[in-house]
Structures are given as C-alpha cells and as structure tokens.
C-alpha cells in the first residue's frame, strides 16, 4: 500500500451504527472469535463512552474502544483505552497515533487527567506502541483470578 496523507485519515467519535464496520475490522485482523461484539454493542455511546474511530474514504480501518472510568480507593477518574484495531493495510501509517492523540484532546476537554491503556504483556508491539505515545506502566498491579465452570 501507497503512504497515505495524514489528512486523508478522519478521527471521529464512534457512533452506534458503525458496531458492523468494527465487527469487520475485527475480522480483517484474523480474529475468530472473541466477546468484542458484546462490548460494542453494549458499550457505545453516551457520556461514559471515549471510543474513537479512524476512517480513510469513509472506510473505518481503525478504532479504539475506550471509556470513562471511575476505579480503585480512592476513586480515581480515567479514560480506560480496552483496545486499538488498526488495519493491517494500515499499520505504520499513524492511525493509531492519530486516534490516541484525538482521544488525549477529548480527554482535555472532559478534564481527565488519565488515561489508562491495557496491553498483553507479552504483546511486543502493542507495549512499544504505548510507550511511544507516553504511557508509562501504572502503579496499579493487576490480579485476574480465572474461574472454571
């Protein structure tokens, strides 16, 4: 694929008739199976939801789900980034830069002063994606404890 212009990417909220490009997204990236259809369908829209979409000619081809959050004691306010697709057809061609600084502008205006971005450990570029745009490991340890049935 061609460079593409940074202007030719438009970053706008995601609205509730976008779930199927998403779910496509979500396919084009190789995945399966997973229970991001539920969480989209539940998730987007009012005041809670910061989720992002990145289109390129009306194509979506990113998005990055993320909502406002209250957590820990005492109760912190954030903006929790749960994920960021981008196309592989568009990797390295600043998507995924443009959504998280079109998300850290929203959260300016909102007065959040955090944004919290989960990533798999072992998930290389996902981690060196974060660092870069200045996330820095939290001081909060996560503990997932799985349950059988």
């Excluded at 991001?36 to 979409?53: H, L, N, V, W």
């Excluded at 919290?116 to 072992?122: F, I, P, S, T, Y």
């Excluded at 290389?124 to 909060?140: M, Q, T, Y």
């Amino acid at each position: 694929m061609n460079a593409i212009q940074a202007e030719t990417v438009k970053v706008r909220h995601v609205m509730h008739y976008d779930i199927d490009s998403i779910l496509s997204l979500h396919k084009r990236i190789g995945v399966k199976q997973s229970n991001i259809a539920y969480m989209i369908s539940s998730g987007f829209g009012g005041p809670m939801d910061f989720s992002f979409i990145a289109e390129v000619d009306k194509k979506v081809v990113g998005v990055i789900i993320a909502h406002l959050m209250y957590v820990y004691i005492p109760i912190t306010e954030l903006c929790l980034i749960n994920g960021i697709i981008v196309d592989p057809q568009y990797w390295r061609h600043h998507v995924g830069t443009k959504m998280v600084n079109e998300l850290t502008n929203f959260c300016r205006t909102q007065n959040i002063r955090v944004i919290r971005a989960l990533a798999e450990v072992g998930n290389k570029e996902l981690n060196e994606f974060v660092r870069a745009h200045g996330f820095r490991p939290s001081k909060i340890v996560s503990f997932d404890k799985e349950i059988n049935s």
